[in-house]
């Protein structure tokens, strides 16, 4: 036993020295690499690697971080897009369904067959430049509708089983249209007897392109998606980018989510092999949802090409990094460098954006900001010293014509050469800038005399009027320039330049290539002018223009021939206003050309219901005004008016000034050339008072002479009125041309015409211009003695 114990306790003696050593050695080793690890060429890798594990990480989170918000954003943009679309298509289907119900209640509750024309009466009835209201009976004809051209077409008969067969609102599948090519929707209400038996339909027409029109590049994108869909998963309309589609077809629960929950619905869809955020909403009472998707690749362009920059970047820095371990003195003292070099270029950047916020980029001349504060500077010393200054507000009046001639480079060669002839006018102590385009402001201190004024005004008239040469060409232009002078004009600089620029228009309407100084009937005369333009620009959308007629009658028979329709402006507040008042302003302001497309449409709708409510077929005259007859869409117009109305050309006359022709020969005889192979009369206007010789007529294709009314006011008493007019007479008759008096008032006047075998004339002697139902009852009452002669 004892030995036993002495064998263990040896055994156990042995044991703990060796684990001591094994022990003193990992210790060791340990030691050891550490002292290793803090040697340079394995500290620096190291902390390199370390660094770089942070740098990256930290720049992952970073395009992480700012995928997510970018992500969310585009989810709450296509949300917050979603609702105002929804809003407005949801308006648009209702005022649709709105018309429907109201050419329904119409047809049913007063037995109209054709209600279209008491809606329209009423204004009632939408726009027929987007919407086509219908009525169809129970046979599928087109009974009635606000598009003339569609009066006895068919629809499918299936089409009108399914509307037949429900009461509420039915919205067909689009369809391409034959004669467009443009995809259409057709809005559907039923119709019912008094029996409550079906008695057809009532429909409006619409291009689907109407319904994905607010379509916004700079929200959507070209790759956004804007679509109107139907419960049975067909696309009524579709859009991205500028293509527009419908007919497509889809999975609608896959795509509409069936919750009320609208905040919740956001969708990843591959439709058309675009990844898009798409949100969806059905609209409340109607068989429609709308779809907005904003794309991920376009929305996320942004930030995709920032994580890049990123990553170019964190590389750029990594291998920097590697490589330049040891030269990180060199390294810093560059990063000092740098950012002594971004410091300098803000400095430059600062200023040079300070220098363009008070002078003009083209010319160097002080803007309008600038400008305003110098004369307000100017006006506090002038007061302080009871001193005058004036301002000078100068426009030149050709510029237009150099930039469509020469082009904008040559524009602004222009504008340059003026800044610098126009400072060689002025003193030191002057101050002249540049408002934009090609209106200057020149401001004079220190006046001691209004003559110093005119001087200086007319000096810059004689330098502006010198010969340009400009791309080697030489070009003249001239100025117009207002005036108001302080204290007299104006105590602010406001009012001053508001005063100048008055006097300058004065300038304009007198003549150009002259200067004005402000007076207070100058400000009454361009409030009174701006209200009738402000009023004039919402009358045609306001339905404040009707057209009169005034007959022109045979000069034998005294039947009426023809008509001539002429405008009337029925002002809501100031009542008739006469044309004399309004045409040039309307002509001025090229509001004329709109005017004068309604004025050509209106007669010839007109002319072509009374020929469909068999009155006689006759003739309508309408005027062209200087803007209209050099209006490059004239004849395309023209040719679309026509067709729309269905009015025979050959009833149709356009009157065009005598001076209008003498103007630009070669393209008057253009423009009349195009006219005739339209097959619409030509009447040469107000002739006689510019004595146009018999050659410079005859190579125009006219068909009518009207003699002014100057020309005959005095036929009795003055010989040389007497003279002319027979000589117009004879000229007419030479040529082969209708010859027709205007502006008849007497009986001498008819009786002068008649012994001068003149064809036609028209004046108060006879008919003074009336509306157009009393017009209607002069065509009844003559088609009435027609029938009882015969």
């Given at each position: 036993?004892?030995?036993?114990?002495?064998?263990v306790?040896?055994?156990?003696?042995?044991?703990?020295p060796?684990?001591?050593?094994?022990?003193?050695?990992?210790s060791?080793?340990?030691?050891?690499?550490?002292?290793?690890?803090?040697?340079?060429?394995?500290?620096f890798?190291?902390?390199?690697?370390l660094?770089?594990?942070?740098i990256w990480?930290g720049?992952?989170?970073l395009i992480e971080?700012?995928?997510?918000?970018?992500q969310?954003?585009?989810a709450e943009?296509?949300l917050?897009?979603g609702?105002?679309?929804e809003?407005?298509?949801l308006?648009?289907v209702?005022?649709?369904d709105q018309?429907l119900?109201?050419?329904?209640?119409?047809?049913e509750?007063?037995?109209?067959p054709n209600?279209?024309?008491k809606?329209?009466?009423?204004?009632?009835?939408?726009?027929?430049?987007?919407?086509?209201?219908?009525?169809?009976?129970?046979?599928?004809?087109?009974?009635?509708?606000?598009?003339?051209s569609?009066?006895?077409?068919?629809?499918?008969?299936d089409e009108?089983?399914?509307v037949?067969r429900?009461t509420?609102?039915s919205?067909?599948?689009?369809?391409?249209?034959?004669?467009?090519?443009e995809?259409?929707l057709?809005f559907?209400?039923?119709?019912?007897?008094e029996a409550?038996?079906?008695?057809?339909?009532?429909m409006?027409e619409?291009?689907?392109?109407?319904?994905?029109s607010s379509?916004?590049t700079s929200?959507?994108?070209?790759?956004?998606l804007l679509?109107?869909?139907?419960i049975?998963?067909?696309?009524?309309?579709?859009?991205?980018?500028e293509?527009i589609s419908?007919?497509?077809?889809?999975?609608?629960a896959?795509?509409?989510?069936?919750?009320?929950?609208?905040?919740a619905?956001?969708?990843?869809?591959?439709?058309?092999?675009v990844r898009r955020?798409?949100?969806?909403?059905?609209?409340y009472?109607f068989?429609?949802?709308v779809i907005?998707g904003?794309s991920?690749?376009?929305?996320?362009?942004t930030?995709t090409?920032?994580?890049?920059t990123?990553?170019?970047?964190?590389?750029?820095g990594?291998?920097?990094l590697?490589?330049?371990?040891?030269?990180?003195?060199?390294?810093?003292?560059?990063?000092?460098?740098?950012?002594?070099?971004a410091g300098?270029a803000k400095?430059?950047?600062?200023?040079?954006?300070e220098?363009l916020?008070?002078?003009?980029?083209?010319?160097a001349?002080?803007n309008?900001?600038?400008?305003?504060?110098?004369?307000s500077?100017?006006?506090?010393e002038?007061?302080?010293y009871?001193?005058q200054?004036?301002?000078?507000?100068l426009?030149?009046?050709?510029?237009?014509q150099?930039?469509?001639?020469l082009?904008h480079?040559a524009g602004?060669?222009?504008?340059k050469?003026?800044?610098?002839?126009?400072?060689?006018?002025?003193?030191?102590?002057?101050?002249v800038?540049?408002?934009?385009?090609?209106e200057?402001?020149?401001?004079?201190?220190e006046?001691?005399?209004?003559k110093?004024v005119?001087?200086?005004?007319q000096?810059?008239l004689?330098?502006?009027?010198?010969?340009f040469n400009?791309?080697?060409?030489e070009f003249?232009v001239?100025a117009?320039v207002?005036?108001?002078?302080f204290?007299q004009?104006?105590?602010?600089?406001?009012?001053l330049k508001?005063?100048?620029?008055?006097a300058?228009?004065q300038?304009?309407?007198?003549?150009?290539?002259?200067f004005?100084f402000?007076?207070?009937?100058?400000?009454?005369d361009?409030?009174?002018?701006?209200t009738?333009?402000?009023?004039?620009?919402?009358?045609?959308e306001?339905?404040?223009?009707?057209?009169h007629?005034?007959?022109k009658?045979?000069?034998?028979?005294?039947?009426?021939?023809?008509?001539e329709?002429?405008l009337?402006?029925n002002?809501?507040?100031l009542?008739?206003v006469?044309?004399m008042q309004?045409?040039?302003?309307?002509e001025?302001?090229g509001l004329i050309?709109?005017i004068g497309?309604w004025?050509l449409?209106?007669?010839c709708?007109?002319?072509v219901?009374?020929?469909?409510?068999?009155l006689?077929?006759?003739?309508?005259?309408v005027?062209?005004?200087?803007r209209?007859?050099?209006?490059?869409?004239?004849?395309?117009?023209?040719?679309?008016?026509?067709?729309?109305?269905g009015?025979?050309?050959?009833?149709?006359?356009?009157?065009?000034?005598?001076?209008?022709?003498?103007?630009?020969?070669?393209?008057?005889?253009?423009?009349?050339?195009?006219?005739?192979h339209?097959?619409?009369r030509?009447?040469?206007?107000?002739?006689?008072i510019?004595?146009?010789?018999?050659?410079a007529?005859?190579?125009?294709?006219?068909?009518?002479?009207?003699?002014?009314?100057?020309?005959?006011?005095?036929?009795?008493s003055?010989?040389?009125d007497?003279?002319?007019?027979?000589?117009?007479?004879?000229?007419?008759?030479?040529?082969?041309l209708?010859?027709?008096?205007q502006g008849?008032?007497?009986?001498e006047?008819a009786d002068?015409?008649r012994?001068?075998a003149?064809?036609?004339f028209?004046?108060?002697?006879?008919?003074?211009?009336v509306?157009?139902?009393?017009?209607?009852?002069?065509?009844?009452?003559q088609?009435a003695?027609?029938?009882?002669?015969?």
């Amino acid at each position: 036993m004892a030995i036993q114990r002495a064998s263990v306790l040896t055994s156990a003696q042995d044991v703990a020295p060796r684990e001591n050593a094994q022990s003193d050695a990992t210790s060791n080793r340990f030691r050891r690499r550490v002292d290793q690890v803090q040697e340079a060429y394995i500290l620096f890798p190291l902390l390199a690697v370390l660094l770089l594990s942070v740098i990256w990480a930290g720049t992952l989170y970073l395009i992480e971080l700012e995928q997510a918000r970018a992500q969310q954003g585009i989810a709450e943009a296509s949300l917050e897009i979603g609702a105002t679309y929804e809003a407005q298509i949801l308006r648009a289907v209702r005022e649709i369904d709105q018309t429907l119900k109201l050419v329904k209640y119409t047809y049913e509750s007063e037995r109209e067959p054709n209600p279209l024309p008491k809606l329209k009466a009423r204004a009632l009835l939408p726009s027929p430049y987007l919407f086509d209201v219908s009525v169809v009976d129970a046979s599928a004809l087109v009974v009635a509708s606000t598009q003339s051209s569609e009066v006895g077409n068919r629809i499918a008969k299936d089409e009108l089983q399914t509307v037949g067969r429900d009461t509420a609102l039915s919205i067909s599948r689009p369809w391409k249209s034959p004669a467009t090519g443009e995809w259409k929707l057709r809005f559907s209400r039923r119709l019912d007897t008094e029996a409550g038996a079906f008695a057809g339909i009532a429909m409006v027409e619409v291009d689907a392109a109407y319904f994905v029109s607010s379509y916004d590049t700079s929200k959507l994108g070209n790759q956004g998606l804007l679509g109107l869909l139907g419960i049975d998963g067909v696309f009524r309309a579709r859009r991205s980018g500028e293509a527009i589609s419908a007919g497509d077809e889809v999975d609608y629960a896959a795509v509409v989510p069936d919750t009320e929950n609208t905040d919740a619905v956001r969708l990843i869809n591959g439709t058309d092999g675009v990844r898009r955020y798409t949100s969806a909403r059905q609209l409340y009472d109607f068989p429609l949802a709308v779809i907005v998707g904003l794309s991920e690749e376009e929305q996320l362009a942004t930030v995709t090409r920032q994580a890049h920059t990123y990553l170019w970047r964190t590389a750029g820095g990594s291998l920097l990094l590697v490589l330049l371990a040891g030269l990180l003195a060199r390294m810093s003292w560059q990063l000092v460098q740098s950012r002594l070099r971004a410091g300098e270029a803000k400095i430059a950047y600062a200023e040079n954006v300070e220098y363009l916020a008070y002078h003009d980029g083209l010319t160097a001349l002080p803007n309008r900001s600038l400008f305003s504060m110098l004369l307000s500077q100017s006006i506090g010393e002038a007061s302080r010293y009871h001193r005058q200054l004036a301002v000078l507000f100068l426009d030149l009046d050709r510029f237009k014509q150099v930039n469509d001639t020469l082009g904008h480079d040559a524009g602004d060669q222009l504008l340059k050469e003026v800044a610098l002839r126009l400072k060689t006018c002025l003193r030191t102590s002057d101050t002249v800038a540049r408002l934009g385009g090609d209106e200057f402001v020149i401001l004079l201190p220190e006046l001691s005399d209004d003559k110093d004024v005119a001087t200086t005004a007319q000096k810059i008239l004689g330098a502006i009027a010198r010969p340009f040469n400009l791309q080697g060409q030489e070009f003249r232009v001239t100025a117009s320039v207002g005036i108001s002078v302080f204290p007299q004009d104006g105590l602010d600089e406001q009012t001053l330049k508001k005063n100048a620029d008055i006097a300058m228009y004065q300038a304009k309407q007198c003549g150009k290539n002259n200067f004005q100084f402000y007076s207070a009937k100058l400000n009454a005369d361009s409030l009174e002018r701006m209200t009738l333009e402000l009023s004039l620009r919402h009358a045609l959308e306001r339905h404040e223009f009707q057209l009169h007629y005034q007959a022109k009658r045979d000069i034998g028979s005294g039947r009426i021939t023809g008509m001539e329709a002429l405008l009337r402006w029925n002002h809501p507040d100031l009542g008739i206003v006469a044309p004399m008042q309004f045409i040039p302003v309307a002509e001025e302001t090229g509001l004329i050309v709109p005017i004068g497309k309604w004025v050509l449409k209106t007669a010839c709708q007109q002319n072509v219901a009374w020929q469909q409510q068999g009155l006689p077929h006759l003739g309508v005259a309408v005027n062209l005004t200087a803007r209209q007859f050099a209006d490059e869409n004239l004849l395309t117009d023209l040719a679309e008016i026509l067709a729309e109305t269905g009015m025979d050309a050959r009833l149709l006359e356009l009157e065009i000034a005598e001076s209008l022709l003498m103007q630009d020969v070669k393209r008057a005889l253009s423009v009349l050339t195009g006219l005739k192979h339209l097959k619409v009369r030509i009447a040469i206007d107000d002739f006689g008072i510019g004595y146009s010789s018999l050659s410079a007529l005859e190579q125009f294709p006219l068909d009518v002479i009207k003699i002014d009314r100057s020309c005959i006011c005095d036929t009795s008493s003055v010989s040389e009125d007497k003279a002319l007019t027979e000589a117009i007479i004879a000229m007419g008759r030479t040529l082969s041309l209708t010859v027709v008096a205007q502006g008849v008032e007497t009986k001498e006047q008819a009786d002068f015409l008649r012994d001068n075998a003149c064809d036609e004339f028209q004046g108060f002697y006879f008919n003074k211009p009336v509306p157009a139902d009393q017009f209607k009852v002069l065509l009844q009452a003559q088609a009435a003695d027609t029938d009882l002669d015969t």
